[in-house]
C-alpha cells in the first residue's frame, strides 16, 4: 500500500506534467511577439512608380506625344520631346506635372494624365513572404491588402509550416520591429480575427515546426 510521501510525489510529477503540456501548447500556437498595431482602413498609402512598372502617358489633345513605355533599371523613361525624365520614386501625379512643365516649353498648356499599366513595384511597395509559405516571394502590395491575401498570393503554407508563430518585420519611425501573427489560426482554422493588415514594405516570417 502506497504511503502519504508517494502520493504526494505522484501529485508533484503530475503538476509538472501539466505545467508543461501548457507551456508547450502556448509556444506551439501562440506568437512570440505582441501582435501589429491596427492601420486605420483609410490609410493614406500612395502607389510610387517603380524600375519595371509599365506606364501609359497621355498627353490630352496630342496623340502624337501619348504613348505606353516602361520603366528602365534607372528609374527614368523616355517619350517623344523629353529623352530623360526621373519616373521612379513618384506618384502618377508628381510624374505628370513634372512632365506637363517639360512639355510647356514646346506646346501651350499641355495636360498630361500618367497611368501605370503593369505593376512591378519598388521593395517599399512590396511584401516579402520568407520561410514556409509554399511559394514564398515578394508580392507587390495592394490598398488594404491583408495577411490574408498574401497567404493567397503565396499559395497557404506548407505541411512543415508553424503557422502560429509568424512574424511581420515592419519598419515605423525609421525602426525595424516584429509583431506576431497567428497563420495557423487564420489560414487552417478561418479565425478571421487572426487577420492583420499588411503594410508596403512588411516582412513576413514563416517558421518550420519544432519537432
Known amino acids: 500500500m502506497k504511503n502519504v510521501s508517494d502520493f504526494r510525489r505522484q501529485a508533484v510529477l503530475a503538476g509538472l506534467a501539466l505545467l508543461a503540456a501548457v507551456l508547450l501548447g502556448a509556444c506551439a500556437t501562440g506568437p512570440a511577439h505582441p501582435p501589429p498595431p491596427e492601420v486605420a482602413a483609410d490609410a493614406d498609402i500612395d502607389y510610387r512608380i517603380a524600375p519595371g512598372d509599365n506606364v501609359n502617358i497621355f498627353v490630352w489633345r496630342q496623340p502624337e506625344l501619348s504613348t505606353n513605355v516602361p520603366v528602365r533599371p534607372d528609374g527614368r523613361i523616355s517619350t517623344p520631346l523629353i ?49 514556409q509559405a509554399v511559394n514564398p516571394e515578394a508580392v507587390p502590395y495592394r490598398e488594404g491588402m491583408t495577411a490574408l491575401d498574401v497567404m493567397i498570393a503565396v499559395g497557404g503554407l506548407t505541411e512543415f509550416a508553424a503557422g502560429n508563430r509568424s512574424t511581420i518585420v515592419r519598419e515605423i519611425d525609421g525602426e525595424r520591429r516584429s509583431f506576431g501573427v497567428r497563420l495557423n489560426d487564420l489560414v487552417k482554422r478561418g479565425d478571421i480575427e487572426a487577420n492583420v493588415r499588411m503594410l508596403p514594405g512588411d516582412i513576413l516570417i514563416i517558421p518550420e515546426t519544432r519537432f
Do not use: C, H, N, W
Request: proline residues 2%; negative net charge.
Open 83 to 131: 529623352e530623360d525624365v526621373q519616373a521612379s520614386g513618384k506618384t502618377t501625379t508628381e510624374l505628370a506635372r513634372e512632365m506637363e512643365e517639360v512639355l510647356a516649353a514646346y506646346i501651350r498648356d499641355p495636360v498630361v494624365t500618367v497611368t501605370v499599366t503593369q505593376f512591378a513595384g519598388a521593395y517599399s511597395q512590396q511584401v516579402r513572404v520568407v520561410g
